[in-house]
T-cell receptor, first 115, second 112 residues
């Protein structure tokens, strides 16, 4: 069965510092992988996605993620965080029946940005 | 078009009552999904539609839950005989087949 693990429940980072959020997945085939962000009172917004090709993908808001098949990982990075990046971040994997919309999400990582 | 719309945004109900939520997807999106999100967890898939056909239901969707999408446009999710364990955020998303899913802001249900 497929699964998604986000090992860090909570991360605190200083504004301007770099950020890396970890995601590990378990999946039988080449996965469709996603990172979503959820701000308080808001719906989920797609940051970036990977399903084939270049293993380093660029997303919105200056985020990027790297797919590493050997490590079953899809970590999210940002070189310099802004206060507006404080939110909850979810990694997700698409199912075999509907890779884009039927998603299995990790438990999320809450990011706090300090001045 | 302002995206996926969900109503109401908040609902407080007494245990045992029935509740119904509505989701209006982005126009022309043929797929519509329902998820449930409890505190401290990621969203969990409940069910999805392609046009008016309900294609898949999760084992999480007990017999007290029913979803419809008449005419392939808006969808409703009804919970009968609510229990305290039903308290959660219910999220709706829509997409075109083979494309990104867009999420609504959700309906927060509190069962007292």
């Amino acid at each position: 069965a497929q699964s998604v693990t986000q090992p860090d429940i909570h991360i605190t980072v200083s504004e301007g510092a770099s950020l890396e959020l970890r995601c590990n997945y378990s999946y039988g085939a080449t996965p469709y992988l996603f990172w979503y962000v959820q701000s308080p009172g808001q719906g989920l917004q797609l940051l970036l996605k990977y399903f084939s090709g270049d293993t380093l993908v660029q997303g919105i808001k200056g985020f990027e993620a790297e797919f590493k098949r050997s490590q079953s990982s899809f970590n999210l990075r940002k070189p310099s965080v802004h206060w507006s990046d404080a939110a909850e971040y979810f990694c997700a994997v698409g199912s075999t029946t509907d890779s884009w919309g039927k998603l299995q999400f990790g438990a999320g990582t809450q990011v706090v940005v300090t001045p | 078009d302002t995206g996926v719309s969900q109503n109401p945004r908040h609902k407080i109900t007494k245990r045992g009552q029935n509740v119904t939520f509505r989701c209006d997807p982005i126009s022309e999106h043929n797929r519509l999904y329902w998820y449930r999100q409890t505190l401290g967890q990621g969203p969990e898939f409940l069910t999805y539609f392609q046009n008016e056909a309900q294609l898949e239901k999760s084992r999480l969707l007990s017999d007290r839950f029913s979803a419809e999408r008449p005419k392939g446009s808006f969808s409703t999710l009804e919970i009968q005989r609510t229990e305290q364990g039903d308290s959660a955020m219910y999220l709706c998303a829509s997409s075109l087949s083979g494309s990104e899913a867009f999420f609504g802001q959700g309906t927060r249900l509190t069962v007292v």
